[in-house]
């Protein structure tokens, strides 16, 4: 997957160095971001998946909303 929406999911997660400690914005959903969405899940008690389904993308909108 790429595009814009992986840019987005990215630069997210590179705020957090614990959950995507690479940083990388390459708007690419490779091995690096598929390690941090299982962070991310893991973090939240969710299955740890790696995919982007309902509950962990429910999750990141909840949280993208929020302000630093």
Same mark, same amino acid.
């Given at each position: 997957?790429?595009?814009?929406?992986?840019?987005?999911?990215?630069? +997210?997660?590179? %705020?957090?160095?614990?959950?995507?400690?690479?940083?990388?914005?390459?708007? &690419?959903?490779?091995? @690096?971001?598929? *390690?941090?969405?299982?962070? +991310?899940?893991? %973090?939240?008690?969710?299955?740890?998946?790696?995919?982007?389904?309902?509950? &962990?993308?429910?999750? @990141?909108?909840? *949280?993208?909303?929020?302000?630093?």
């Amino acid at each position: 997957m790429t595009g814009n929406d992986v840019i987005a999911l990215q630069f +997210f997660l590179s %705020r957090d160095k614990e959950l995507y400690p690479e940083g990388l914005v390459t708007g &690419t959903y490779g091995t @690096l971001t598929d *390690l941090a969405i299982r962070r +991310f899940q893991a %973090r939240h008690g969710f299955s740890q998946t790696g995919s982007i389904g309902p509950q &962990t993308r429910a999750k @990141l909108n909840e *949280l993208i909303q929020k302000p630093l």
